[in-house]
């Protein structure tokens, strides 16, 4: 069964940079697509980013296009989010989820493993 550790949230003003990390365990993480998603207060859990099994395909939501950057590391497991350029609005507890396929996709219902979530929270 997939595990996987999220790391990196905090408090940051607002125009500032945050770096998520999410360690992956329990499966071949080389073979699978990776995604962030959020959550803010009193709202539903929305796509932010998503990557393929080896990088070359990226989704970025609209909202944090040309301020966020999703990556991965094959070797050391372990997929990144970089956050730039941070609003009010891009606060939310922030989730890494393992896909079902090598295939990177924008729906929650292809992905099969969920982190606890890394709270983040940017104060204008």
């Known amino acids: 069964q997939v595990q996987l550790v999220e790391s990196g949230g905090g408090l940051v003003q607002a125009g500032g940079s945050l770096r998520l990390s999410c360690a992956v365990s329990g499966r071949a993480f080389s073979r699978y697509a990776m995604g962030w998603f959020r959550q803010a207060p009193g709202k539903e859990r929305e796509f932010v980013a998503s990557?393929?099994?080896?990088?070359?395909?990226?989704y970025i939501v609209d909202s944090v296009k040309g301020r966020f950057t999703i990556s991965r590391d094959n070797v050391k497991n372990m997929v990144y989010l970089q956050m730039n350029s941070l609003k009010p609005e891009d606060t939310a507890v922030y989730y890494c989820a393992g896909g079902r396929t090598s295939y990177a996709s924008r729906e929650s219902i292809d992905y099969d493993g969920w982190g606890q979530g890394t709270q983040v929270t940017v104060s204008s």
């Open positions: 990557i393929s099994w080896n990088g070359v395909i990226t």
